[in-house]
């Protein structure tokens, strides 16, 4: 029987392995973004707490905001499909590139704002796993500026794919993907130093008690949460009936004719 391990797609075991581990961040960002890695310099994650304290008690996204020379990155794991999610990422990275203008200081000096996402659904209607977009002219297709870049990898499109020692964009997301100690023992089986670095760090963090404590309480939060807003909606909808009842009583209509109406 497998012997199941901590998910790196669970975003507390996502940023653990990411944020703590800044050679595998490294080595992470230079793979998917096809950055050589001696121009990763002086990288410096802005927001290295597995999960930050939220004075109103809040859920928080644990996204991975960094520096990386002159480019700004925020990398996030997103599990579940939300309606606005487009909207949202945008928004974010909107405010990481607004975020790093300086008083007095030229608009060319602005860094690069890169938005990595990946994702555990489907969200483009393309084979492909990978999704980038940038600012470009309609027709001509004329890059307009290079300061944004989106990124999307879509887990769900990758089931099934071999493991090719040669991709390593593929290995990375795999190791995001990994469930069991046998997918883990295939990526280590590629002997590539900074694969099986991540490897060994998904079996530590697996026996990390307080990380398993983490996401547990993570999840009975958002467990918590999700039961608020689904009773709040059934209160909205019975408040909203009440009104609607009484508005038709009020125009001479009977209890059975009203009735016949709700239940329709």
Not at 70 to 79: F, L, P, R
Request: hydrophobic content about 35%; proline content about 3%; overall charge negative.
């Amino acid at each position: 029987m497998e012997t199941k391990i901590i998910s790196p797609k669970k975003d507390i075991a996502f940023k653990a392995l990411f944020g703590q581990n800044e050679d595998i961040l490294a080595g992470f960002i230079s793979d998917t973004l096809s950055i050589p890695l001696n121009e990763i310099t002086n990288l410096k994650v802005l927001n290295p707490e597995i999960v930050p304290k939220q004075p109103d008690g809040k859920l928080t996204r644990l996204d991975i905001k960094l520096t990386a020379g002159n480019k700004n990155i925020d990398i996030e794991m997103q599990v579940a499909k939300e309606e606005d999610y487009k909207e949202r990422i945008l928004c974010y990275w909107a405010n990481m590139y607004s975020e790093n203008s300086r008083s007095g200081y030229p608009y060319l000096t602005l860094n690069q704002a890169i938005s990595l996402n990946i994702l555990d659904f489907i969200m483009f209607g393309c084979k492909e796993y990978q999704s980038s977009f940038s600012i470009r002219e309609d027709k001509r297709h004329e890059l307009f500026s290079d300061k944004l870049a989106l990124y999307f990898f879509e887990l769900r499109k990758i089931t099934g794919k071999r493991i090719d020692p040669d991709d390593h964009k593929l290995l990375w997301l795999q190791l995001i993907n990994a469930e069991s100690e046998e997918e883990l023992s295939k990526l280590e089986n590629t002997n590539i130093p900074i694969i099986r670095k991540g490897v060994n760090a998904v079996y530590k963090l697996s026996n990390d008690e307080k990380v398993r404590e983490l996401i547990r309480q993570r999840e009975e939060a958002e467990a918590l949460e999700n039961s608020r807003l689904y009773n709040a909606e059934r209160r909205g909808r019975a408040d909203r009936e009440a009104e609607i009842v009484s508005k038709l009583l009020a125009s001479g209509m009977s209890e059975n004719q009203i009735q016949k109406i709700l239940n329709s």
